[in-house]
């Protein structure tokens, strides 16, 4: 009875054993991308989605479909046959072990290689390798222990056999009906990434400037896309920290609404709480590649530069500058976030770095504001000259002076000054307008190699 279980038993694990070297075997490659959709996030996120032809046999069969990210989420992968057909995906592997040296010699310790020398004493001999940890380590004929022994290791062939040269995603999958039908297959990857960049030319009197957006896809998913359209999504996507997507989850779609558009550039369209910008002709996205594509050119877009000094706090004068993003102004397409880098021309009309800020995605008919750096021939000071106790509340006295020291060149500084409380202002020697419920704001004139003093007095009163 025993040896009849155990014959069972050993036929049993034949059976498996040649129903998975089937299935390995037997198992069919999906075509080629024959078209290639990406949206790619914020916040390394993209949705894939590419159409393939499927050589299907009525019953079950198995599928190997390469070249898709080697960042893709099993979770989020979606199969579906526009043309109808009867269907049931039952199982689904995701292999992204790929063939590198230290894989290849890690499955090999313990076991006997082949160590090649090369030069007038070279030859061959038999070694087993007993770690690749830190480097090689082996044992000769003779029982010597080598470290890291000159030559070339050679592998008995097939060796790689077990190891993958692409991610691959397998599919066990039962069909209804035989014959070649297009599918869609989508998911969701990591390893893909964008982000704006803006380039600002001031003119000679910092009155106006050309604009150019250009967009930087970082690639870091393991996999080359070829050919793809691409779109980009500009707005914060909400991110769950354990993320559960449907498997039905469907490609974005979105109705266009007024949209600006360069020749075979980016068109852009609002889509849900975001804006969506749609390359208008294929790219291809290659592994490890940073690529740049130009998102806007805007020329004479007019601009005001901005001197600013914190009344309250004191500090360098900041200069900034400021524009608005509409159509009247030359521009008008919402701005995804990113760095903005401002440029302008020197006395011998080369192009000079004059700093840089970053902006939030702006919306059109929203006004621009750069920080660039801090004035150096304009000087600040700020003094608290008074404070009086007077039972539910206080009053205080401040004086600014504001130096300018450019020799030809009138500047207006704006102060903002920062009260919290229920206040007012009993006394001011220039005209104030209250900004918000905190911030009282002066516009300052201050002459060429001059300078302006004022002062003020305001109450808080507590209730």
């Known amino acids: 009875m025993a040896i009849r279980l155990l014959a069972i038993t050993l036929l049993a694990s034949c059976m498996l054993a040649t129903s998975a070297n089937w299935s390995r075997a037997m198992a069919k490659d999906a075509g080629k991308v024959e078209d290639l959709y990406i949206t790619i996030y914020n916040g390394d996120l993209a949705l894939v989605k590419e159409q393939r032809s499927f050589s299907l046999s009525e019953g079950r069969q198995q599928f190997t479909l390469d070249n898709v990210s080697g960042r893709l989420n099993p979770s989020t992968v979606h199969l579906s046959f526009p043309e109808g057909l009867e269907f049931e995906l039952l199982e689904q592997n995701f292999d992204y072990d790929l063939v590198n040296m230290d894989k290849m010699l890690t499955k090999f310790i313990g076991r006997e290689l082949t160590l090649v020398t090369d030069g007038e004493n070279g030859g061959s001999e038999q070694v087993t390798l007993l770690s690749t940890a830190g480097g090689r380590v082996v044992k000769d004929s003779r029982g010597q222990i080598l470290l890291n022994p000159p030559g070339r290791i050679v592998l008995p062939a097939g060796s790689a056999d077990e190891l993958l040269l692409r ?22 990857s990591g390893g893909l990434d964008w982000k704006a960049d803006y380039v600002v030319m001031l003119n000679a009197d910092d009155s106006a400037a050309d604009i150019e957006g250009w967009v930087t896809l970082t690639n870091n998913s393991g996999t080359t896309f070829e050919n793809a359209q691409l779109k980009l999504v500009a707005g914060d996507v909400n991110r769950a920290p354990e993320p559960e997507y449907r498997r039905d989850m469907p490609a974005p779609a979105a109705m266009p609404m007024k949209s ?35 998102l806007l050119t805007a020329n004479g877009v007019a601009t005001e530069k901005l001197f600013v000094f914190d009344g309250r706090s004191g500090g360098d004068v900041s200069v900034k500058i400021q524009f608005e993003n509409a159509e009247e102004n030359n521009m008008g397409m919402p701005l995804p976030k990113g760095i903005v880098r401002v440029f302008k021309a020197d006395s011998k009309g080369q192009a000079q770095f004059v700093g840089e800020d970053r902006i939030d995605h702006t919306p059109k008919d929203e006004d621009v504001r750069l920080t660039i750096g801090n004035a150096f021939d304009i000087k600040g000071e700020t003094v608290r000259k008074d404070y009086k106790d007077i039972g539910k509340g206080y009053t205080e006295t401040w004086e600014v002076t504001l130096k300018n020291h450019k020799e030809t060149e009138d500047v207006v500084v704006t102060v903002p000054f920062r009260v919290w409380g229920e206040w007012s202002v009993i006394e001011s020697s220039i005209p104030h307008h209250k900004k918000d419920a905190s911030t009282m704001e002066f516009s300052v004139p201050v002459p060429a190699d001059g300078e302006t003093s004022f002062s003020f007095t305001y109450r808080v009163v507590w209730r």
């Open 167 to 188: 991610p691959t995603l397998s599919w066990d999958l039962w069909s209804g009906s035989s014959g070649t039908r297009r599918g869609e297959i989508s998911y969701l």
């Open 260 to 294: 600006v558009a360069r020749p075979e550039g980016f068109q852009e369209e609002s889509f849900f709480e975001y804006h969506l910008y749609d390359l208008q002709r294929p790219t291809t996205i290659r592994n490890s590649q940073q690529k740049q594509i130009g």
